[in-house]
């Protein structure tokens, strides 16, 4: 009796032993469309023979712990498959094995999935089952940092995550870009830069390599002081007396600059002369001559430009105009003179007659005296030349020298 009981107890042990079902993984993440391998072994009583294998989903509305069975996802009996899983399923049928592959999975299969056998003499579903979740695109980046206000400073340790809504597959490998630029070093999951600076500020996204998915874009924020401040200088033209000129603060800074300051050093004196963005000088003069710098400031600091020394030139535009205008009064003032003096030289031997009236009275005189050839009648157009008796000196008569005589018998032609 006590060696039945023992045998008994034995033989139902290691009965009881043999049932077993175990599940790889426990749970598991795959992309949508995607196919997932349920890793899967099991064992029962040698002496046990197979009825039925199953695989089955419990209803959203039932327990989720196997006690029951909702959707049959496989099973040896294909009627007994449920619509939404026909032709989506791969039994591995070995012996032990009941492995299952499922194709182009989608959200409605997220849940938890159990095996189940059945024999001539028991019954046993696997516990604890396997959770499926769908990671459901597009690929999201997550930005995380030590601190809690979610500012981003330069020199701060940032963890840039990957992910899609629901789960991540661990699967990769992963590609990460910076302003839609592929990051080559950069295949995990996550991204860590252990000390952020400026250069890491810009667009962010993640996907598989190799694998063309939508992404969304995340900026990292990285916030900074002005850097690389320096100063433009606009002009009109030269440099030179006149001309305007605007000088202009550019920098790069996070967030952008707040507050602007112009400097100019003279005499080694500084003086803040502006506080825009430029600084403008509507007719340079010397004056104007100096060093600038510009002072940018936002949040997180201010930072100095490089000097930048300003030397207007004298105009040559207005030396051009005074030495022009000097030639022209130079030359006027010649051609004024040299007029002056042939008018001079022109008008003298005219004047004289005309100034002494006594000499056309002298004339007359002449006139009277004058006699007329006979054969001058007939002809008109011969010239009358007329002898002239002049007297030989008389007191009214002008003195002059023998020029100013022939002038006087050229007077006396006369024509007929
Ligand atoms: C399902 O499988 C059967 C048999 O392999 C095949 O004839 C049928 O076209 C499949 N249906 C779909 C929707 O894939
Ligand atoms: C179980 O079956 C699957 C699919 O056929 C196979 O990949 C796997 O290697 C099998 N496992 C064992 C332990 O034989
Ligand atoms: C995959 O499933 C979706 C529905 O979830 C269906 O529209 C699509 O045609 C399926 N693709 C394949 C290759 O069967
Ligand atoms: C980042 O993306 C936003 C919105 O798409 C865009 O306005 C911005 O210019 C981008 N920044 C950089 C640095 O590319
Ligand atoms: C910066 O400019 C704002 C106005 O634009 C002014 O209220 C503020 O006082 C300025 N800050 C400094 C430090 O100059
Ligand atoms: C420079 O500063 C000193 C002291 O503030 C002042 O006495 C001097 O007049 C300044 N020079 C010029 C050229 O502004
Ligand atoms: C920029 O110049 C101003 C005026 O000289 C000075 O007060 C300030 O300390 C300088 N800032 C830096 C960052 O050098």
């Known amino acids: 009796m006590f060696f039945i009981s023992i045998l008994l107890q034995l033989s139902l042990s290691a009965a009881l032993a043999s049932w077993s079902v175990s599940y790889k993984p426990h749970s598991i993440c795959v992309f949508e469309r995607s196919s997932v391998d349920f890793t899967c072994s099991f064992d029962y009583p040698s002496f046990h023979t197979i009825k039925t294998t199953k695989w089955f989903r419990p209803r959203k509305h039932q327990k989720q712990d196997g006690s029951q069975q909702g959707i049959s996802v496989h099973h040896s009996e294909a009627a007994e498959i449920d619509q939404l899983y026909k032709n989506r399923t791969v039994y591995a049928n070995q012996e032990k094995n009941c492995s299952l592959q499922l194709h182009n999975v989608s959200k409605s299969d997220i849940g938890k999935y159990f095996f189940r056998l059945e024999t001539n003499f028991g019954k046993n579903t696997g ?27 330069e020199g701060d340790h940032v963890t840039l995550r990957c992910s899609t809504e629901n789960c991540t597959p661990e699967q990769g490998p992963f590609a990460w870009f910076k302003n839609q630029l592929l990051l080559p070093q950069a295949t995990e999951k996550e991204l860590r830069i252990s000390s952020v600076s400026h250069n890491d500020f810009g667009n962010y996204s993640c996907g598989l390599k190799n694998s063309p998915s939508s992404a969304d874009e995340i900026l990292l924020d990285v916030r900074y002081r002005p850097k690389n401040v320096e100063i433009t200088i606009l002009t009109s033209g030269k440099i030179e007396q006149g001309n305007s000129l605007t000088l202009i603060c550019k920098s790069n800074a996070n967030p952008a600059v707040t507050n602007y300051t112009w400097f100019r050093i003279r005499d080694a004196n500084i003086s803040s002369i502006g506080f825009d963005c430029e600084f403008s000088i509507k007719a340079a003069s010397q004056k104007d001559d100096g060093q600038y710098f510009c002072m ?120 007929k």
Do not use: W
Request: hydrophobic content about 40%.
């Open 127 to 153: 516990s604890g089952g396997i959770y499926l979740n769908i990671a459901v695109l597009p690929f999201r980046v997550t930005v995380t940092t030590q601190k809690m206000n979610g500012r981003i400073h």
């Open 296 to 415: 940018a400031k936002n949040d997180m600091g201010s930072q100095n430009s490089t000097i930048v020394a300003l030397k207007v030139e004298g105009s040559n535009r207005h030396f051009l105009l005074s030495a022009t205008a000097l030639l022209f009064f130079v030359i006027a003032v010649l051609l004024v003179l040299f007029g002056l003096n042939i008018r001079r030289k022109q008008f003298t031997p005219k004047k004289q007659p005309t100034k002494q009236t006594p000499a056309v009275t002298v004339t007359e005189e002449i006139y009277e005296n004058l006699r007329k050839s006979p054969e001058s009648e007939e002809s008109h157009t011969n010239l009358i030349y007329a002898d002239l008796n002049l007297p030989s000196s008389t007191s009214d008569r002008p003195h002059s020298n023998s020029q100013e005589a022939d002038a006087v018998v050229y007077s006396l032609l006369i024509y």
